[in-house]
């Protein structure tokens, strides 16, 4: 390397990291996890050189009152939520203090971040939940099979969300069978296999496994879907990467949220929040954009599914 | 409750800035040419596609034994290591290698006998077309960072609102649930994006012309060892790369 491109590079950089004053700032109020030092990791890529913040995380002791000393501490423009805990801590503070404005609030990394702060003022977010028509347009893609009819087993508090997704699915020509059943059913290990056994009677030529903790019990899983598995021999799309360990036999494909991709995303939220001023305009929540795909071909191969070799390309890991 | 970290400009970064600046300087000054007589040249690749970055590095590291492959599944991955490490050669569109005034162009890459592909505007519902997208949210690939990356966008689109994806696969989500109004995507995204999706997608062509893909090198002595594994490169990867054959730049 020549004198005068390390300096070149070397101005180059120092351009590049050049302080800026007098900024606004962003404060972001998570928990401890891989999962969320990614999103922050994302976040402050993008923020970089244009608004500061400060990553406060928090334990399970921490309070409303926290919360509210936090926000008094750094008068930030707008604040980044994530995990459950921390949006019922902002709920609750909105409204134990109903008279006090709290800055703009944007909500990540949480479950059904638009049940828990409906109602909720001056929030936006973007939820967590991958939608169906993501993973199995996915899915689609990579499998030599035609995948037109997909099942989904669902509690029957969760019809919205199915609903919202047989919309989507529907704009790409994909049928979401689904079966429901109730709360109480769930906790059912024969129950849910005999709700699963239906559902594999409807012509199906896939299954989503949506994310709902409740019909995913340790339980459930060993007593209901493993033994189910043994008799189904299609692509099964799943939320969590943990489910296409290879000793389960679930998922031949998992589809789940790219964290730093989240976190670009809940930047491009704040500088929209920054390009209006600080305000934010219908408060909607958005669906996320950016996926990581694993796909388990020892699994897809055992129940005779082949997938395009070209396409495999396509996807973050090949677990074979 | 306990504070992590910090990200202000405060008198900490500003020491930090400083030793930073020193640490820097010694690397490129004494750490330079030396040190890196015996090592393989490198060489930095970034294109927008659905193919995984992590596949193609593995590839055309198999293809170009001769050297350090690495390749980046987003812009500004590759902008942080061309910033941090600069490599010896690049691929990459020429609007992404344009701020790095130090790189020559070798090869560029041409598909249909040109070096130039044309960038289309992709909508649900109504067809829309350049004169139309005043306010309009557009998505597109970020090649340049915000704001290079808007200003770019403005340069050829007039006063838009810019949407960025990471990812080319993040197009389709964005515009399917409605995070913007079109995609302003390149004839390669156009193909790419039908193969996925059965959205009744309304294309309009534009006027719009961008490069391709091009070779780029800092210096003479790695100029035949860049071509030489270019030249090796099969379908796959110059498909990957959206060209069909590579030229001597002119």
């Known amino acids: 390397m020549s004198f005068s491109r390390a300096v070149f590079f070397l101005l180059l950089l120092l351009v590049s990291s050049s302080p800026v004053y007098a900024i606004d700032s962003i404060l972001i109020v998570r928990p401890s996890g891989h999962h969320f030092e990614q999103i922050v990791s994302g976040i402050s890529d993008e923020l970089a050189g244009e608004l500061r913040y400060e990553d406060i995380v928090f334990d399970a002791k ?21 995990g459950n805990r921390q949006l019922k801590l902002f709920r609750g503070l909105q409204e134990d203090r109903p008279a006090i404005s709290l800055p703009p609030s944007i909500a990540v990394a949480a479950l059904f971040i638009d049940r828990v702060l409906a109602g909720s003022k001056n929030v936006t977010g ?89 019909l995913l019990t340790r339980d459930l899983i060993t007593r209901s879907w493993m033994p189910f598995m043994t008799r189904f021999n299609k692509p099964v799309v799943v939320g969590v990467e943990t489910l296409t360990k290879t000793q389960l036999n679930m998922g031949s494909l998992a589809v789940f949220p790219d964290h730093t991709g989240l976190g670009a ?56 | 409750m306990h504070c992590r970290f910090s990200t202000l400009f405060c008198p900490e970064a500003k020491k930090l800035c400083v030793s930073s600046f020193f640490t820097v300087f010694a690397c490129l000054f004494f750490l330079s040419e030396p040190c890196r007589a015996n090592s393989p040249p490198t060489l930095y690749i970034y294109n927008p596609s659905y193919t995984k970055a992590h596949a193609m590095q593995k590839k055309i590291g198999a293809i170009c034994p001769s050297l350090e492959v690495h390749v980046y599944g987003k ?147 790695d100029r035949d060892v860049i071509s030489d594994c270019v030249s090796r490169f099969d379908p796959v990867v110059n498909s990957y790369l959206r060209v069909e054959k590579w030229r001597k730049a002119l």
């Open chain 1, 62 to 82: 921490s309070t409303k009152s926290d919360l509210y000393a936090v926000i008094e501490r750094y008068q930030p423009r707008a604040i980044v939520l994530m």
């Open chain 1, 126 to 214: 973007i939820l967590y939940e991958i939608p169906a028509v993501t993973s199995l347009v996915s899915l689609r893609s990579i499998t030599a099979k035609n995948i037109k009819r997909v099942g989904v087993l669902y509690r029957h508090d969760m019809i919205d969300m199915i609903e919202e997704n047989r919309r989507y699915c529907e704009s790409e020509g994909i049928e979401l069978v689904s079966v429901g059943i109730s709360d109480s059913d769930a906790n059912s290990t024969r129950k849910t296999k005999q709700a699963l056994r239906k559902l594999a009677d409807k012509s199906i030529d896939a299954l989503w496994i949506s994310n709902d903790s409740r």
């Open chain 1, 265 to 320: 995303q809940t930047a491009g939220k704040i500088f929209d929040l920054m390009d209006n001023r600080w305000k934010i305009e219908g408060e909607t929540f958005e669906q996320p954009l950016s996926v990581i795909k694993h796909v388990n071909v020892k699994i897809s191969q055992d129940r005779g599914i082949r997938f395009k070799e070209s396409k495999l390309l396509q996807v973050d890991k090949v677990i074979r």
């Open chain 2, 75 to 221: 812009a500004k991955d590759f902008k942080k290591h061309v910033l941090s490490s600069a490599p010896d050669a690049t691929i990459s569109l020429p609007d992404v290698i344009k701020p790095y005034t130090v790189y020559k162009t070798l090869l560029e890459g041409q598909r249909e006998q040109s070096q130039l592909e044309s960038y289309y505007l992709v909508s649900l519902g109504n067809a829309l077309s350049v004169s139309e997208l005043s306010k309009k949210k557009i998505g597109v690939i970020d090649l340049l960072g915000r704001k290079a990356m808007r200003a770019f966008i403005r340069s050829l689109l007039g006063d838009v609102a810019i949407k960025r994806v990471g990812k080319a696969e993040d197009l389709l989500p964005l515009l399917n649930f409605n995070g913007a109004d079109a995609l302003f995507i390149s004839d390669s995204d156009l193909t790419d994006l039908k193969e996925v999706t059965r959205l009744k997608l309304k294309v309009t062509r534009t006027d719009i012309r961008l490069g391709l893909p091009v070779v780029s090198y800092l210096k003479q002595s």
